[in-house]
């Protein structure tokens, strides 16, 4: 067997070693066994080698220190005891660097995540680019995980308690500036001047001890440095970590206990105690569904197509209203110069305007300079024209949803275009082969659905025609990567994949509202199961009149298979409701901020005196028939695979990530299960609930639908 490439390179310069990290044939480096055996050898030659006064950590890598932990490593142990051990490996060589003899310096530019995170805890020195690239956290708690190596022990005494734990409990980034803010960082450089800074500070601790300077307030010191105080930190914690989970999520809990344990028990057993909590976690049904669900998204980051791709820096929006605008942010971040069109100049100044008052919010809270907003706004061109359009790679309208509507813009766009510009639809239910059905290209014709706001939103789902070209395709994946989005490919049909499972889920909230269920119930209920937002809540977000329109296009489909579909929504739209957008919606409006229920809305479901429904009831009915409508979607060849319905759901619908998408819920409940639950509905309830056949092929064969 070839022996394998090296990770660490050694270079002594003066009296610094000078440490690289860079793992051979990776885009990042990861913390994994070969690593810290490796890292390991090195300690034994440091200590050994007189010549050398200390160490300097730094990357190899363009834009990444240490990416993580390589959760692979996961994949080979099952028991808590083998994960727990897995966490006391990583504690023994991080004591090591805690307490060796030499000063160790690390150096970081880019993205330092978990186990990199808890390595550089464990430095005795610490210096950050101030590039807007460089991202320092500890996400583990999306991973159903908590930080493994130190980090609940080092991080809340390095910066304090109550900085330390909305990161630890999060997972949220920290920037070069709050890394400063904090305490994190000793010393925040230009990425190029890491190397002299590492080797000064190793000169400079080689000679004197370094105190690292306690930047919390004077409140926080108080707090934290009494036992009683420190026990009101801990209990709001765990009460403010439940009024946002639910109780859904057991890491968050276990980080807090981590936490207090230390500082109760001391550092030496608050260590061993977060390897036991850490062996625990790891074999929860929460974390091992959201582990699936970082490696499907990992797995999503590579284009299918990568060698049919065609490279594109000029994309084309038009519309320049919140999705419009939302799209050519994303897309002038990376690199893509945009021409934003609408009607008039005012409207397209406008959706620049947006983007601007975006980008300084981001320049507020230091996440990038002043410059790097003028540079990304330099490449937006809002125009009323075609003009350069035959220059342009990719266009992708944003404009109301109406068929004749995106049919003329597809006859212009080809008029104005070149014979390879690719045509986008953002449009969320009209099918793509509608729109280009009067396409002289139809081959160059896809869709593009984003999710509102667009800047958050982290799905991008690509909807191709049986004319869709492969490179067209390709293309659109590469363009919606560099975006930041995590991408999936569906067939097309009427709401293809996201849109179709979302319209039964909001057709029984309407319907339960007819007979009687409270908005407030209805969402709550929802949200209790683990959804962001409840069902009513993200009607009005969505807009009423969308969701009239969806059920438009899809209420032949459901109909079709005997399925009672609500009128509601149209009803509403009739009489001027729209939802936030117009403030006049489920709920009432202040501000733009959502607050009370509409108590006006009830008189269209029945007055306001309202019923009190089983939580389960509500939860199972409106769950299962999204969960059904994705198995019909995988039986109807709109979906690929389990694996992009299951991304789909969660990424672009807010299902619940602990319970791992539609398919991962119905493999851990069991397909049978389903099956049953949804039979006892079709029966009170009539055949919106009757399973499709291939979930009950699924609960006859006793099979999944992952192996």
């Not at 010549?51 to 834009?63: I, P």
């Not at 105190?211 to 036992?227: C, I, T, V, Y």
């Amino acid at each position: 067997m070839a022996k394998k490439k090296s990770i660490l390179h050694k270079e002594i310069i003066d009296d610094v070693a000078i440490i690289t990290l860079d793992a051979p044939g990776e885009k990042v480096n990861k913390l994994n066994e070969q690593l810290i055996d490796e890292f390991s050898a090195l300690l034994d030659d440091l200590e050994s080698n007189n010549d050398v006064t200390g160490a300097v950590l730094l990357s190899g890598k363009e834009n990444n220190f240490i990416a993580g932990a390589d959760i692979e490593m996961f994949k080979s142990r099952d028991t808590a005891d083998e994960l727990a051990d897995l966490s006391r490996t990583g504690h023994e060589i991080l004591l090591r660097v805690e307490n060796f003899s030499k000063p160790i310096v690390v150096g970081i530019h880019g993205s330092c995540m978990g186990g990199g995170t808890e390595l550089a805890l464990a430095c005795h020195y610490r210096i950050v680019s101030d590039h807007s690239d460089t991202k320092i956290g500890l996400p583990e708690v999306k991973l159903g995980l908590l930080p493994g190596m130190g980090g609940t022990q080092r991080l809340p005494r390095l910066i304090g308690i109550q900085k330390a734990l909305p990161y630890l409990l999060t997972g949220k980034n920290m920037y070069s500036r709050q890394a400063r803010r904090t305490g994190f960082a000793d010393e925040v450089v230009h990425r190029h001047a890491l190397k002299d800074a590492g080797m000064n500070a190793v000169h400079k601790l080689s000679e004197t001890s370094v105190s690292h300077p306690d930047k919390r307030s004077m409140a926080e010191k108080l707090l934290e440095g009494n036992p009683l105080t420190r026990k009101i930190i801990f209990s709001q914690a765990r009460k403010k970590t439940q009024g946002k989970t639910k109780g859904n999520y057991p890491a968050p809990f276990k980080i807090i206990d981590s936490v207090e344990y230390g500082y109760k028990h001391g550092f030496e057993k608050g260590i061993r105690h977060e390897s036991k909590l850490f062996g625990e976690l790891a074999v929860t049904p929460e974390s091992r569904a959201l582990v699936q669900l970082f490696f499907a998204m990992n797995e999503a980051k590579k284009n299918p197509l990568e060698d049919k791709k065609k490279d594109i820096n000029k994309i084309g929006v038009l519309g320049a209203g919140l999705m419009g605008a939302g799209i050519a942010q994303v897309s002038i971040e990376d690199g893509f110069h945009v021409w934003l069109k609408d009607q008039t100049m005012e409207q397209a100044v406008k959706g620049e305007a947006g983007i601007d008052d975006d980008l300084q919010q981001k320049v507020d809270k230091k996440i990038i300079s002043s410059f790097e907003k003028d540079e990304q706004m330099s490449r937006i061109h809002p125009t009323t024209s075609y003009k350069n359009f035959d220059q342009i790679g990719l266009v992708i309208e944003a404009v109301f949803e109406d068929l004749d509507l995106k049919q003329s813009i597809v006859k212009e766009v080809e008029s104005n275009s070149s014979d390879e510009t690719i045509f986008a639809s953002n449009t969320s239910s009209l099918p793509i082969s509608d729109i280009g059905a009067k396409a002289d290209r139809p081959e160059l014709i896809l869709g593009m659905h984003y999710f509102s706001p667009v800047q958050k939103m982290p799905l991008m789902e690509i909807i191709k025609t049986d004319k869709t070209s492969d490179w067209v395709v390709a293309t659109a994946y590469d363009v919606g990567l560099r975006q930041g989005k995590t991408v999936i490919v569906v067939n097309d049909g009427p709401g293809f994949y996201t849109t179709r499972i979302l319209a039964p889920f909001i057709n029984e909230a309407l319907l339960m509202l007819e007979e009687g269920v409270s908005v407030e119930q209805l969402d709550k209920a929802m949200k209790q199961f683990g959804f962001p937002v409840g069902p009513v809540a993200l009607l009005d977000e969505v807009g009423i009149d969308v969701g009239a329109h969806v059920a438009g296009v899809l209420s032949d489909t459901f109909e079709a298979r005997g399925a009672k579909t609500s009128k509601k929504a149209d009803e509403l739209e009739e009489h001027g409701y729209k939802g936030r957008k117009n403030k006049k919606g489920f709920y009432t409006y202040e501000d733009d901020k959502k607050k009370d229920v509409n108590q006006e809305i009830y008189q269209y479901f029945g007055g306001q005196k309202r019923k009190k429904f089983k939580e389960i009831e509500i939860q199972q009915r409106l769950s299962l028939v999204m969960v059904n409508e994705a198995v019909h979607c995988l039986a109807d060849d709109i979906l690929k695979n389990p694996a992009d319905g299951d991304l789909g759901a969660i990424l672009g619908l807010g299902f619940p990530p602990f319970l791992g998408g539609p398919f991962r819920y119905i493999d851990r409940e069991g397909a049978d299960a389903i099956v049953e639950r949804m039979q006892i509905l079709q029966t009170e309830l009539g055949d919106r609930f009757k399973p499709a056949d291939l979930l009950k092929d699924h609960a006859d064969s006793q099979t999944t639908f992952y192996d």
